[in-house]
C-alpha cells in the first residue's frame, strides 16, 4: 500500500513523460513548462492519455499524476551528454501565452527541428529544477520564481534549459518503479 510520499512511476507515465511538449514560460526569470495546449503533442490531451494508458475515465487523475512523475523523472532518469534532435512540437502550436527559446519574436517562426548539445552541466541543472504544479494552466512546471530552488541566480545556461529538458524527457533512461519522497526529494524507494 503506498502512501502519500510514495509514487508509482509506470510504464505509461515514462510514455507520457516522453511525448511532453515542453515549452518556455515568460513569467518570472523565465522557466521550462509542459504547453498546457498540447500537454501530450496534441490538443487532445485526454486522447492522448488514452492513447497510451487505454484508459478513458481516468485521464484528468493520469494528467495530475504527471506533475509527480516529471519530478522524479528530472532526478532518476540517466541521459549522457551528447548531441541529440527532435522534431519541434512548438512548431506547429501557438505561442499563446508560454513562449520558444527558439521563435522569432518579429516572425513568430520557430524551427520544426532542433538539434542540440546537452552537456553534464545541463543535465546538473535538470536534476536542480523546482517542479511544482502550475494551476491556473493545469499543466507540470518548472517554478519559474527560483527554477533551480535554493539557488538565487538563474545560471548562464537558462534559457537553454528549454531544449534540454525536452531532449531529456525523450531520451534519458528510467525504468518503472516506486519511488519515495524525501527531505532531499525523490529517490528509488
Not at 26 to 32: K, L
Request: a negative charge; one cysteine or more; hydrophobic letters at 40%.
Amino acid at each position: 500500500m503506498a502512501d502519500a510520499n510514495t509514487f508509482e512511476l509506470t510504464l505509461e507515465r515514462i510514455a507520457l513523460i516522453r511525448r511532453m511538449v515542453v515549452a518556455w514560460n515568460r513569467d518570472g526569470v523565465g522557466a521550462p513548462i509542459v504547453h498546457p495546449d498540447a500537454p501530450y503533442g496534441s490538443t487532445d490531451r485526454d486522447g492522448d492519455i488514452f492513447n497510451v494508458t487505454g484508459d478513458d475515465e481516468g485521464a484528468d487523475e493520469e494528467h495530475r499524476a504527471l506533475g509527480d512523475a516529471l519530478a522524479v523523472f528530472c532526478t532518476s532518469a540517466v541521459l549522457k551528454p551528447g548531441r541529440y534532435a527532435y522534431h519541434n512540437t512548438l512548431a506547429k502550436l501557438d505561442a499563446g501565452d508560454v513562449g520558444d527559446v527558439f521563435r522569432d519574436e518579429a516572425t513568430g517562426a520557430t524551427p520544426e527541428h532542433v538539434t542540440f548539445d546537452v552537456g553534464a552541466e545541463h543535465i546538473a541543472l535538470i536534476r536542480s529544477l523546482a517542479v511544482i504544479w502550475d494551476e491556473a494552466r493545469d499543466v507540470p512546471a518548472i517554478d519559474p520564481a527560483r527554477p533551480y530552488g535554493t539557488a538565487s541566480e538563474p545560471p548562464a545556461l537558462h534559457h537553454e534549459m528549454q531544449p534540454a529538458l525536452q531532449i531529456f524527457l525523450r531520451y534519458a533512461d528510467l525504468g518503472p518503479g516506486l519511488f519515495r519522497r524525501g527531505a532531499d526529494g525523490w529517490v528509488a524507494a
